[in-house]
C-alpha cells in the first residue's frame, strides 16, 4: 500500500484478555518501529525491527509484552493478560534501513476495561 | 539518558510566525528531526538537521545548535490547519537501533 497500515484501528477489551496488533509497512521499508502513546502525552519506544530481527527491544514493558515479524514485512505486536495501563495508542512506523525519516501508520487505539 | 523538553503549549494568530523550541540532553545523536500530529492522526515527518544550522522547507524551518544542546521549528504564515502537535526527536548513538527519542510535545493552537 501507499502507506503504514494498522488494525484494527480500536480495540476494546476486559482486563486479563490476551490482544493482537497489526501492522502492514511500506513496501520496501526493511526496518519496523513500535511506539506507544498514552493520551496528551509523548511517543514512547518499544521495540525496533530490522528485517525480521529484533536488534532493540529495550522499551517493552514487561515479558507481557512481545512482538514478531514475518517475511520482513507485517508485524504483530501481542500483549498477554492486558492491564488498564496498557490503554494507549499503539503506533507502527517503517523507514528504509537508514531510519530517517519515519512514517507512521494511523495507530491502534487500545482500552482495557 | 536522553531527554527533550519542549513547551507544552503554544498559541498564535493566523498568519503569524511560531517558534517551537527543543532543548535536550543527550550524550550524541544522529540528527533532530520534527513530527506533526493532528488530534487523533498519525505523526507525519516536517524536517531534519543532521548537522547545525537552518533548514528550509516551505512554510517550515527547522534550525539545531549542537553547542547550546538546542534546536526549534518555525513556522512562518501560520494557517488554521496548523493546528496541531509538534514533536522533536532524535535518533541517539549507541547501539544497532535507528529507535526516536521523542520529546514531550508542544500544542499549537492557530486562532484566526
Redesign the interface.
Known sequence: GAG?SQSPSNKVTEKGKDVELRCDPISGHT?L?W?RQSLG?????LI?F?GNSA??K??LPSDRFSAERTGGSVSTLTIQRTQQEDSAVY?C?S?SS??????????TRLSIL | GQSLEQPSEVTAVEGAIVQINCTYQTSGF??L?W?QQHDG?????LS?NALDGLEETGRFSSFLSRSDSYGYLLLQELQMKDSASY?C?V?GYG???????????TLLAVQP
Open positions: 503504514v526496518a518501529y511506539y502525552q509523548g511517543l514512547e519506544f525496533y530490522q536488534p532493540d529495550s522499551g503506533l512506523a523507514s537508514g531510519g530517517q525519516p519515519q512514517h507512521f501508520g494511523d495507530g | 544522529y540528527g528531526s513530527y492522526g498519525a505523526p507525519t515527518f531534519y514533536f526527536a535518533r547501539g544497532a537501533t535507528n529507535k526516536l527519542i521523542f520529546g514531550t510535545g
